[in-house]
């Protein structure tokens, strides 16, 4: 486990030792028993005990600060179980963060949904553990690319991935997510629809769509790595396997695919599905939640992980909320149009 960015990781590692008892408790292992039937087929006992401290010191801190946990489904299973109070894919946090009723927010996930929630909630607190948790597709594009594209393509509506910075949000027409881009794009005037930063989203989406999609060829880390013949390589040696995917995958793999959504449309496509046998392609803690919670389906599990969401632990949660720090702030001047992109979005999503 490491700190966030804000203090050197000692100074916060004594200062946590001093207010709590964060030593392994088979004690509190116990008292939380309740969270961990939930997670003990993907949590080895000894890491429970060693975890158990850290999630009790979170769910009592969490009431006495009145915050609330936004957890995204690539958060490793002790966050996601643990102490998430919300969980969800990026549009289901998005909602979310408008609902809730805490003063303070904690997002378990990266700073793109960190900034979401704080252009949604301007007077609430946004906390979010490690600000260093980025994304690849996030920093992959700036307003003046964005600018650059308004330029080639007149005319053409802009939706922006909500995997982007407030400023580029601020700059662009409408955000999606991967559950809405199809729907968004479609529902844009004109023929041309400028889609960023995702290169595959757009590919995928445009493959769905009667528009013409123009896009920004920025790429998910995770994502980029899987390959066909991966896939084909998981059918000829696990006969009888389920292939679900992340249209973050390049086209030539979600071609092989099964079925293709957003996080929370592929766990509910095995949800409801119940496939005896089943390969997530996403990053991996996903498959150890939703394995958590479907002990008679059989997870094949590559593992690809998201160095940014991996930056988040219980440690460094424990301490945004001891010590109110990290806090996500916008740019007043982008807080309007930003706030207006994803409102757009999300109003989309309520008519329907
Ligand atoms: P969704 O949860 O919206 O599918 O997004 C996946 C992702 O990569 C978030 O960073
Ligand atoms: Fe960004 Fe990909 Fe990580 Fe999601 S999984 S935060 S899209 S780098």
Redesign the pocket.
């Given at each position: 486990m490491f700190m966030n960015s804000t203090m050197p990781r000692d100074t916060a590692r004594a200062e946590l030792e001093a207010h709590y008892d964060l030593a392994p408790s088979l004690a509190l292992a116990k008292e939380t028993q309740a969270i961990y039937d939930v997670v003990k087929s993907v949590i080895p006992e000894p890491d429970w005990a060693m975890y158990a401290p850290y999630i009790a010191a979170i769910n009592r801190l969490k009431r006495e600060k009145d915050a609330v946990i936004l957890a995204?489904?690539?958060m490793t299973p002790e966050i996601f179980h643990g102490i998430g109070d919300v969980k969800?894919?990026?549009?289901?946090l998005a909602i979310a963060a408008t609902q809730v009723e805490q003063q303070t927010i904690v997002q378990c996930?990266?700073h793109?949904?960190a900034e979401t929630s704080k252009i949604l909630n301007p007077q609430k607190t946004v906390l979010i553990p490690d600000g260093r948790a980025g994304?690849s597709?996030a920093a992959s594009i700036t307003p003046a690319d964005i600018q650059k594209m308004r330029d080639q393509y007149p005319g053409a509506k802009v939706v922006s991935y909500?995997?982007t910075t407030a400023e580029v949000k601020a700059a662009s027409d409408i955000c999606c997510?991967?559950?809405n881009a199809v729907e968004i794009v479609n529902g844009q005037p004109g023929d041309t629809v400028i889609m960023t930063p995702d290169g595959y989203l757009a590919q995928n989406v445009a493959a769905e769509s009667h528009k013409r999609v123009v896009y920004w060829e920025g790429a998910?880390i995770?994502?980029e790595q899987f390959t066909p013949e991966e896939l084909r390589a998981f059918r000829e040696n696990e006969p009888g396997v389920t292939i679900i995917a992340?249209?973050?995958c390049p086209p030539a793999v979600i071609a092989e695919a099964d079925f293709s959504?957003?996080?929370?449309?592929?766990i509910n496509w095995v949800k409801t599905n119940k496939p005896e046998k089943v390969v997530m392609v996403?990053?991996c803690s996903m498959s150890d939640n939703v394995a958590a919670e479907l002990p008679e389906t059989n997870f094949i599990r590559p593992c690809n992980i998201?160095p940014h969401?991996k930056r988040i632990t219980l440690e460094n949660v424990l301490w945004a909320l001891h010590s109110g720090t990290e806090e996500v702030t916008v740019d007043e001047a982008l807080m309007e149009p930003a706030r207006a992109a994803v409102e757009a979005m999300i109003k989309i999503n309520q008519e329907d």
């Open positions: 995204h489904n690539y969800g894919d990026s549009l289901q996930g990266v793109f949904m994304c597709l909500v995997n997510t991967s559950s998910c995770v994502h992340h249209p973050e959504g957003s996080t929370a449309a592929m996403t990053e998201c969401m």
